[in-house]
């Protein structure tokens, strides 16, 4: 993951709100930054933050950093798995950061969308400017029973944002 800059991550960051227990899930392959704050905001917050790293790497350098904090838990975790559902867990907001393959993002919202709490949100950091990749996304989300999505392409340097809200009652097969 690229440099993200830290005053505009907690900018960002804001969105989270502060409702009581919280559960933030966030499918990534790497990229401190946003792993140390989304782990502090949600250690101060009592919030559950769980990190689904697809690189073997940085789950091995993940786990032994968050081993102590006990509101982090670190999977590693294949995204080709038949069910992302964990311990019935279903989370209020997901971070994605993974490079996923065109083929492959409307099962990967499909699977997601099981876990998301109605109303929940999903995030996804795009590269800049990528309008291609923003719009497939944008289609797709809707394709799949997401709502209200956003774009913020105004924020960080390198990235461009995506946010989607699941719906009660919208899809989910």
């Not at 804001?14 to 782990?39: C, R, V």
């Not at 294949?78 to 907001?93: H, I, P, V």
């Not at 699977?111 to 289609?139: C, E, M, S």
Request: glycine share 6%.
């Amino acid at each position: 993951m690229k440099k993200l800059e830290k005053n505009k991550l907690k900018a960002l960051l804001e969105i989270i709100g502060s409702n009581p227990s919280l559960q933030i899930a966030h499918f990534t392959q790497g990229g401190e930054m946003l792993t140390n704050m989304l782990s502090e905001y949600c250690h101060t917050r009592d919030y559950l933050y769980q990190i689904n790293s697809i690189d073997n790497a940085f789950y091995d350098t993940s786990r032994d950093k968050f081993k102590t904090i006990d509101t982090t838990l670190v999977k590693n975790f294949n995204l080709n798995r038949k069910s992302y559902m964990m311990q019935g867990k279903q989370y209020d907001f997901i971070f994605i950061t993974v490079d996923i393959e065109d083929n492959f993002k409307e099962e990967f919202l499909k699977q997601i969308h099981k876990i998301v709490l109605n109303a929940g949100n999903i995030v996804i950091f795009l590269p800049k400017g990528d309008t291609d990749q923003r719009y497939k996304w944008i289609a797709l989300l809707e394709e799949t029973y997401y709502v209200a999505t956003n774009t913020i392409d105004d924020l960080f340097e390198n990235y461009d944002i995506i946010i989607s809200k699941k719906m009660h009652g919208w899809g989910g097969k």
